[in-house]
Structure formats: structure tokens, C-alpha cells
């Protein structure tokens, strides 16, 4: 049977958080991998892991205990400027704040990452305007993020995290400050991607409706996976 | 880009700090200003003399500060010397000044107006001195004083008609004043003496042989060339409260070092989330300091630019109401005040720099 090729993979990793009161277990001995052209669904409430796990996979953070493999790299093993490489060529972030940077404009906004991925100007334009069409909001790249309705500013967050042809994209709470049938539209086009482009897209949240959408969902609660569900094949 | 932008954004604080810049910027270049306008006005009188040799009472140094005293029928002596073409005695001593509206001090310099030798390096406006009654006043000293030409000073028991006003021959402490030396030795009331003699060689001379042969002739003389001489009132002249002057601006320099930090710091501050965001999206490690190096950058610029166009109307508005005080700007300062704002924004990122380590990606998940 062929090898599938992951894009991420957690094996036994335990996250502990050390605080002035004693210790936290985020996570406790979770194993997941993930592969291209799946979208992911981290379900669980708050507290139980899911965004502990998107960091340590984005290689934000590193575990107590256990391995992370990142494009087939232990983590441990990446210096620094290669997770920095990492982060600005091959991985995406949608963040549930959307966090714009309020002094650029939108298209500043996509085109500050596509600069830290090395794009040439015209290039990085050129994507830049292309993803814009496809997310319906190319009237608005020379707006300001605070001139933005939710909806827009999670779109321009969309089109950041796609422009530079990223292969994982961590989407935290993506739908958390939009409205239903908007949060479903991002999610629905995250989908989309991750089928014609070839992408992995994991996605954590406490929204049900996002399992929709997803080729597996897995259930966390108390930094444990409680269930795996593939949900598509 | 985005450190422009990031000043833009919030564009009342980048005027108001740009503005807060250049009055320090202002300052400093003022404080040079004014070092160096006094710092020429003092020696200017020698430097500008053509003098070759300067023979000064033995143990003197300089015609600033102390006092030379020596016997005028010395010159005939040095005029003896083979190879001395001129032989210029002057008198130099403080007066006061006690008129209606004026109560100075100046520098009285009594001169051979027939050699011309020893008078001031240049007359701004009216004329050279013809008779024992005329006064020649430094400009800066008639301007504060409201005096003009053909007003009447009076001196200890006489009273001299300004015949002229002179320039670079301002101390800002005291200015320079000329008389005949005649008129000088009437109104100290020693007609015997002179502070110094200004020597003028003849074409070729040996300045060193004829040096020799003064104080071989007067041992009770010291005889300086022209360059060391200049060197020694200089040094006299930045003994005294000059330095301070430079002080102050370095401590200005200090205080706007310290003040951009403080501002830079708080951009930081108030950018972390941003600064999150870029950390999160893959920046290369020097982006962010970079930015930073780059808003202290800007801001100096500007400081800088907004100083220069301040400055020059700033200056004349000071000399009309202060005019004793010369200021002397030159590109050589504009240059280094330049250099130092570049270093002033370069170490004031240094602290700010170190706070962006404490700026976590994680911070972005809630």
C-alpha cells in the first residue's frame, strides 16, 4: 500500500503548561497526522486542546513530550530561520480575529506575506488580485481593515493565508466572529481549496456545523482525542 | 513600506514627534552655532592679522586672558633684526562704558594707524581711524547698544566719536574696541608700554632665525609665530565657559536619545499585536528590528528637516534681539549634527529592539 504523504504528524505528544498555581495538561499523549488535499476538523470546547494542537503543528510551539514532524522533519530538527521560511512559504494562518494589520491596506496586508515568501512584486500581485477575484472582494484592495465588515476582513484573511500557495493552512476558530451563513461560505471555499489545489487545511473549532465540510473530525476534550471520525472519503 | 505606513497611520504623533526632534535638533545645531561664532570672534583678530611673529612680556601665552606688559622702545630693537619689515606695538586693555543706556565692557585696542598694523580685521560699515578722537566699535556691541556712526562714547575722562563698526571682533563676552595708541596710552596713563608686538617679516625671511635672534636680544619676551600663537588663544578661548556650550548639546543629544527610545518603545507597545501577526506569518528575523530602526530613521529625518527650515529664521530672530550673540553655521556642522542623529536613532532603537523579543506569536491565539 503507497505511503500517504503527510503534511504533519503528532505522535504521542504531551503538552504541559507550568503556571504560578501548578500545571496544566493541554495535551496528553495525542498522535494525528495530516495529509494534502483533506480538510481537518479539530471539534472540541474550550479548554479541551484544539488550539494547543494547531501551534504545535504550525511549529509555534514546541511539545514536553513526544515527536512533531513537519513536512516530514522532525521539528526539533528545523532551526530558526527555517521554521521562519516554513511559516512564510508553506503554511497559512486564519485566525478567529482575523488579525489585519491595521496600518496597511488590504492589499498591503496580502502582499507583506507574499514578500516574506520571496514572491518578485509583479508576481505577487498578480496572485494577490487573483485570489481577491475569487473571494469577491477585489473592490476592496485598496481599503482599510477597520473600514471592513466581518465578513470582508475574514475573507482578506483567507486571501492572505492562500496567496502564497501554502500547503497547511491552521484556521483557529475561523467562523468564531462571523455570522452563520458567512462562516460557512469561508469554510465552504477552504473546502474548495483543499480539493483543487491539493491543500490541508485544519481547522479548530467548537462548531458542529464546520463538520460539514470535513474529510475527518476529531473530537478533544481534556487534551485527549475522544474520537475519529472520518467523516468523507 | 510598512514603517512609513505605520507613522502615517498615526499622523498627528509623527508631526508633534517630528516637531519635538527638531527643536533638539534645533538647539543642538544653535549651541555649535554659537561655539563656533564665538570661538571665531575670538581669534579671528589673530588669524586674520598677517603677522608673522607675535613678541608678548615673557611667561604670556595669549592676548585673551592675562596680562602682557613691555616697553615700547623694545620695538626699536626688533626693528634692527635683518629680515623684520614691520613692526606693529598694540595696547590692549578692558574699559567700561557708562552712558545713558549703555553700561559695557569692551576690549580696547589701541593701533599704529600709521602701519594700519594691529587694527580690526574688518570694517563693517564707516571708516579706519584718522585722529586720536575717533572710537571704532564692534558691530555686535553698536547694535545691542543702539550706537552709530558719529555718536559720541565716552572713555574714562574723554569722549571718542565712532568713526566705525568693525566685525570678527566679537567675544560674546566682551567685545573688541579700537583706538589710536595713542589714545590708549593717554587713557591708561602709561605712555611706555604696549601688551604686544605684531612683527611682519620681509619676503624669505627665516621666521625661526629671526625668532631666535628677538629673544636672544630680549630675554624678557616671548616670541610666538603665527600658528602657534593662534593655538594658544585658542586653547585660552576653550578653557573658559565654551566647552559648556557642547556640553549642553550633548546632553541635548542624550535627552532626544533617550526621548526616542521612550517613543519608540511605546510604538512597540501599541503595535505588539501587529508586530504578533508579522512574527506568526513567517517575517525574517530582522524585519521587525529593522522596522524599527527604520520608524527611528524617519523620525529623525524629519526632525531634522523640520530643524534646518526652522533654524536659519531662528537664528536671525536671535541675533536682532541678542546681538552679541554670533552665530557662525557651516555645512561641516549641519553634517555632524546629521551624523549624530543617525547614531542618536541607531542606539535608540537598542532598548525598544530588545522588548520585541518578548512578542510571541502565541499571543495571537486566544
Known amino acids: 500500500m503507497p505511503e500517504t504523504i503527510q503534511i504533519a504528524e503528532l505522535v504521542n505528544v504531551t503538552k504541559i503548561y507550568s503556571r504560578s498555581g501548578g500545571e496544566t495538561t493541554a495535551l496528553s499523549e495525542v498522535s494525528v497526522k495530516v495529509c494534502p488535499s483533506e480538510l481537518v476538523l479539530l471539534l472540541g470546547p474550550s479548554g479541551s486542546g484544539k488550539t494547543t494542537m494547531l501551534t504545535i503543528m504550525a511549529g509555534l510551539q514546541k511539545p514536553t513530550a513526544g515527536n512533531v514532524f513537519l513536512f516530514g522533519k522532525r521539528l526539533q530538527e528545523f532551526s530558526k530561520p527555517e521554521l521562519q521560511q516554513i511559516r512564510a512559504n508553506r503554511i497559512g494562518f486564519i485566525f478567529q480575529t482575523f488579525c489585519l494589520i491595521d496600518s496597511l491596506s488590504v492589499l498591503d496586508n496580502v502582499l507583506l506575506v507574499m514578500k516574506f515568501a520571496g514572491f518578485a512584486k509583479d508576481e505577487a500581485l498578480q496572485r494577490a488580485v487573483e485570489f481577491f477575484e475569487r473571494l469577491e472582494i477585489k473592490h476592496l484592495m485598496r481599503a482599510f481593515p477597520q473600514t471592513l465588515s466581518q465578513g470582508e476582513k475574514q475573507r482578506v484573511a483567507v486571501a492572505r493565508a492562500l496567496a502564497t500557495g501554502a500547503e497547511l493552512i491552521i484556521a483557529d476558530e475561523p467562523t468564531g466572529s462571523l455570522a452563520t451563513q458567512q462562516g460557512m461560505l469561508i469554510v465552504d471555499f477552504l473546502r474548495k481549496s483543499c480539493q483543487s489545489e491539493g491543500r490541508c487545511v485544519v481547522i479548530a473549532s467548537h462548531d458542529e456545523r464546520i463538520s460539514n465540510f470535513a474529510d475527518r473530525v476529531l473530537h478533544l476534550r481534556d487534551g485527549i482525542i475522544q474520537l475519529h471520525n472520518p467523516i468523507l472519503s | ?366
Open chain 2, 1 to 366: 513600506m510598512y514603517a512609513l505606513k505605520t507613522l502615517l497611520k498615526q499622523y498627528r504623533r509623527f508631526v508633534i514627534t517630528s516637531f519635538g526632534i527638531a527643536l533638539c535638533v534645533v538647539l543642538m545645531l544653535f549651541l555649535l552655532a554659537i561655539y563656533k561664532g564665538v570661538a571665531d570672534g575670538s581669534v579671528r583678530y589673530i588669524s586674520d592679522s598677517d603677522a608673522d611673529l607675535w613678541v608678548l612680556q615673557k611667561y604670556s601665552s595669549n592676548i585673551l586672558r592675562g596680562t602682557s606688559l613691555i616697553p615700547i622702545n623694545q620695538g626699536n630693537i626688533i626693528k634692527e633684526i635683518p629680515g623684520v619689515s614691520i613692526i606693529a606695538p598694540v595696547l590692549f586693555f578692558s574699559a567700561n562704558i557708562n552712558m545713558p543706556g549703555v553700561m559695557g565692557t569692551v576690549h580696547l585696542t589701541g593701533y599704529d594707524i600709521t602701519t594700519g598694523k594691529g587694527g580690526p580685521p574688518e570694517i563693517y560699515k564707516g571708516n579706519s581711524l584718522t585722529a586720536d578722537s575717533q572710537i571704532i566699535l564692534d558691530r555686535a556691541f553698536a547694535t545691542k547698544y543702539k550706537i552709530g556712526l558719529n555718536d559720541k562714547i565716552p572713555i574714562k575722562d574723554d569722549t571718542l566719536v565712532v568713526t566705525g563698526l568693525s566685525s570678527g571682533t566679537n567675544m560674546f563676552v566682551y567685545q573688541y574696541a579700537f583706538i589710536t595708541l595713542k589714545k590708549a596710552h593717554s587713557l591708561v596713563g602709561f605712555p611706555g608700554i604696549v601688551s604686544c608686538f605684531q612683527v611682519k617679516l620681509e619676503e624669505g625671511a627665516d621666521k625661526v632665525k629671526i625668532a631666535e635672534s628677538i629673544r636672544s636680544r630680549l630675554p624678557n619676551a616671548a616670541v610666538f609665530d603665527r600658528d602657534t600663537f593662534l593655538q594658544n588663544n585658542i586653547h585660552e578661548m576653550e578653557s573658559g565657559f565654551l566647552p559648556m556650550l557642547f556640553v549642553i548639546a550633548v546632553i541635548g543629544a542624550i535627552v532626544l536619545t533617550a526621548l526616542l527610545s521612550l517613543i519608540l518603545s511605546v510604538y512597540i507597545l501599541e503595535q505588539r499585536q501587529d508586530y504578533a501577526i508579522i512574527k506568526a506569518l513567517g517575517a525574517p528575523a530582522g524585519f521587525i528590528p529593522g522596522t524599527v530602526v527604520r520608524i527611528a530613521l524617519i523620525l529623525t529625518t524629519s526632525g531634522m528637516t523640520i530643524a534646518i527650515l526652522l533654524f536659519f529664521p531662528l537664528i536671525k530672530i536671535v541675533e536682532k534681539v541678542t546681538p552679541e550673540v554670533a552665530a557662525v553655521t557651516s555645512p561641516g556642522q549641519i553634517m555632524t549634527v546629521l551624523a549624530g542623529l543617525l547614531i542618536i536613532s541607531l542606539i535608540s532603537s537598542l532598548f525598544p529592539i530588545l522588548k520585541l523579543r518578548h512578542i510571541y506569536p502565541l499571543e495571537l491565539f486566544k
